[in-house]
């Protein structure tokens, strides 16, 4: 296994330090709403399983507590629809964002090997596949790798970031039929499942209807070469714990857990312990979710007075934003077309920091992703802001 030096690949949040800037100048201070970083408390539940198992001195379990596995697997029947993941098939991560970097490395992909990824996507999908030497292929379209030997991995990432685009039961069979014919794994990325948004995603108790990548109706019942992938922070407010797991097939999960054994890559036992604590209790997340909702209605509001379409946006923590032209909303109106960069100008000089479509792929340079991530207060003067007068 070598990995392929990307230390001249620029990280693309360095990159806006005009945007930056710009935004700081304002004279009644800047907004972020560029960064999917939880602002909300970590809730109690979790917080008191942390700290009742803080006497961790001894070294925790690279596989994962009896507990948290049986909890992952319960969640999954629970929240997910999926009833038969085996607890011998889980294996706590890092954070999901090491597993999405490292993945391609870890199942021993390189050069003449194609990882697939969405048209507009979370850019870790295409550094993991340069990493391992790897070709990353950028496409929504099944058809453009199906049949395809030298396609080794293809991601699925529902709820998408940044686009907030739900797959639906159809087209995730389809993904994984095709990646069955040539024995491709497929790996769902499904961190924002807990937060649904459109009608048909939620159920009358607003629990998520997503379909996972497990989801019987998708699998056909056999969990082979797929995985999913979750992280907690985004439903439980724990980013700064790095909580996460990969669940599905047990031959990859044995896999992976033995390479992870050599390499020490170990969820701390605190962090299992909170993350056991986490998916047993669903209130806090219904309680988190109506936060988001507040904010997210208030920002889609003002988009829309401001002349923005919000596209897709059916779940997750972001709005993908584009200008109509509507002559309308107000004299200072973004240009229909108008490249992200410069939409992200027209924010910053209103002091409110987005994130360029162009991050996630040239097919996102004409939106703006803006994350309901900050506190009441600061979507409240953002609201202000974006409204025309």
């Given at each position: 296994m070598g990995f392929a030096d990307l230390s001249a690949l620029a990280y693309p949040w360095d990159t806006l330090g005009d945007v930056r800037a710009t935004a700081r100048a304002h004279p009644d201070g800047v907004l972020d709403l560029s960064i999917g970083t939880p602002v909300d408390p970590t809730p109690a539940v979790v917080r008191d399983a942390l700290a009742a198992a803080s006497d961790a001195h001894g070294y925790p379990l690279t596989h994962g507590?009896?507990?948290?596995?049986?909890?992952?697997?319960?969640?999954?029947?629970?929240?997910?629809g999926v009833p038969d993941v085996d607890p011998e098939a889980v294996l706590p991560t890092v954070g999901s964002k090491e597993l999405v970097g490292l993945l391609p490395s870890l199942l021993g992909l390189g050069p003449g090997d194609v990882v697939v990824h969405p048209a507009v996507a979370y850019p870790t999908y295409d550094v993991g596949a340069r990493l391992a030497g790897a070709t990353p292929l950028a496409t929504d379209d099944v058809d453009a790798w199906a049949g395809r030997p030298d396609v080794r991995l293809v991601w699925v990432n529902s709820p998408g970031n940044p686009t907030g685009a739900v797959a639906d039961v159809a087209h995730?069979?389809?993904?994984?039929?095709?990646?069955?014919?040539?024995?491709?794994?497929?790996?769902?990325?499904?961190?924002?499942?807990?937060?649904?948004?459109?009608?048909?995603?939620?159920?009358?108790?607003?629990?998520?209807?997503?379909?996972?990548?497990?989801?019987?109706?998708?699998?056909?019942?056999?969990h082979e070469r797929l995985l999913v992938a979750y992280s907690l922070s985004k439903q439980s407010n724990v980013a700064g714990y790095r909580a996460a797991f990969v669940a599905g097939d047990p031959a990859l999960v044995r896999g992976l857990l033995a390479t992870r054994k050599h390499l020490g890559m170990i969820v701390p036992a605190p962090v299992q312990a909170a993350m056991t604590a986490a998916l047993g209790d669903d209130a806090h997340v219904a309680a988190q979710r109506a936060v988001y909702a507040g904010r997210r209605a208030a920002l889609l509001g003002a988009l829309g007075?401001?002349?923005?379409?919000?596209?897709?946006?059916e779940a997750g923590l972001y709005l993908w934003a584009r200008p109509t032209g509507d002559a309308r909303a107000g004299a200072d109106v973004p240009v229909e077309g108008a490249?992200?960069?410069?939409?992200?100008?027209?924010?910053?000089?209103?002091?409110?920091?987005?994130?360029?479509?162009?991050f996630y792929g040239p097919a996102g340079d004409r939106h703006v992703r803006v994350a309901l991530t900050a506190p009441d207060d600061d979507v409240t003067r953002a609201v202000a802001r974006i409204t025309p007068s």
């Open positions: 507590t009896p507990a948290l596995r049986a909890a992952v697997a319960a969640w999954f029947a629970r929240r997910r995730l069979r389809r993904v994984v039929d095709a990646a069955r014919e040539t024995g491709a794994v497929v790996v769902g990325d499904e961190c924002y499942a807990e937060l649904p948004w459109a009608d048909r995603w939620t159920g009358p108790d607003g629990a998520s209807l997503v379909p996972s990548l497990l989801d019987p109706r998708v699998s056909g019942g056999s007075a401001a002349g923005f379409a919000v596209d897709g946006s490249t992200s960069r410069e939409l992200a100008a027209w924010f910053a000089r209103r002091g409110i920091l987005v994130g360029p479509g162009e």
